[in-house]
């Protein structure tokens, strides 16, 4: 089985990046699984529902984020009803909104498990639960068990990152870690589990995590608020990993970081959901 899991996509130069490249990609790696960090499409902060249908109809299979998930409304009214979208697992006090793990069927016919979590730390509009607890739960007693399962976490520290690492290796296929907007170079396989810190992000390259230097410098030097501006560029930065499994064991045998710049010639669609700003 090969997954592709893309790093977290800016704007509306991410949703043109998946149109233009991503067919092409899942070709060239021979894909069997698509996986995107979502929660910063939607006007660099969040994820909307329009946006979503868009992106799961351009061919990614499974949208999932963290502390911003629950952003925008007219996707929350409806997670319940959408199964390609993942928020937080260890979400606390947040009812019936959506699901925070899912299986997925690839062309094969094998089942590949997604847990998605969050960690403790550095977040200020959410609280999570703990994650390494319920990870371990779940995998303990899997309601639907399958060899192929990956953990996707995302947290700004990455030494919770890496706890849950070490924590779970051998455990389970796979453990991406999420959330900084910049690729680490530490892909490895830990004990026959492919972990990374963090996949990174999809945006324009010279940026500020996605945006302009100009909103960012303003933002942090006033300290007062500002909205950030995506920066749109005839360029875009892909960061994101192959996660290679062994068909019958469900091991991870290779972990492939991609790091490259992608020209843009089409147009990205506007956004379809109410601004933000983000953190």
Avoid: W
Wanted: with cysteine; glycine share 8%; net charge neutral.
């Amino acid at each position: 089985m090969k997954i592709l899991f893309l790093g977290q996509l800016i704007g509306k130069q991410s949703i043109a990046f998946v149109k233009e490249h991503l067919a092409s990609l899942k070709a060239e790696h021979q894909i069997d699984c698509t996986i995107a960090v979502a929660d910063a499409v939607t006007g660099g902060y969040g994820l909307g529902k329009n946006h979503a249908f868009y992106l799961r109809k351009l061919g990614i299979d499974l949208l999932l984020g963290g502390e911003a998930m629950l952003s925008k409304r007219d996707l929350v009214e409806e997670l319940a009803q959408i199964h390609f979208v993942l928020r937080p697992a260890n979400f606390t006090g947040i009812g019936n909104f959506g699901y925070g793990m899912r299986h997925l069927h690839t062309p094969k016919n094998q089942q590949l498990n997604i847990i998605n979590v969050m960690g403790m730390m550095g977040f200020h509009r959410v609280h999570a639960s703990n994650p390494y607890q319920l990870v371990n739960k779940i995998l303990d007693n899997p309601k639907h068990p399958s060899p192929f399962t990956l953990v996707a976490f995302s947290a700004i520290a990455s030494a919770e990152k890496q706890t849950m690492a070490h924590m779970m290796a051998g455990k389970c296929s796979a453990i991406i870690g999420y959330g900084a907007k910049a690729i680490t170079l530490d892909a490895q396989i830990i004990d026959e589990t492919a972990y990374i810190t963090d996949v990174g992000r999809i945006s324009a390259p010279f940026s500020v995590a996605g945006f302009t230097p100009e909103s960012e410098i303003e933002r942090y030097t006033t300290q007062r608020p500002r909205k950030s501006e995506e920066l749109i560029s005839d360029e875009i930065e892909l960061q994101a990993v192959v996660i290679t499994l062994d068909d019958e064991t469900g091991k991870a045998t290779h972990l492939q970081p991609l790091r490259a710049t992608y020209p843009l010639n089409v147009k990205a669609p506007a956004n379809t959901s109410a601004e933000s700003t983000t953190p």
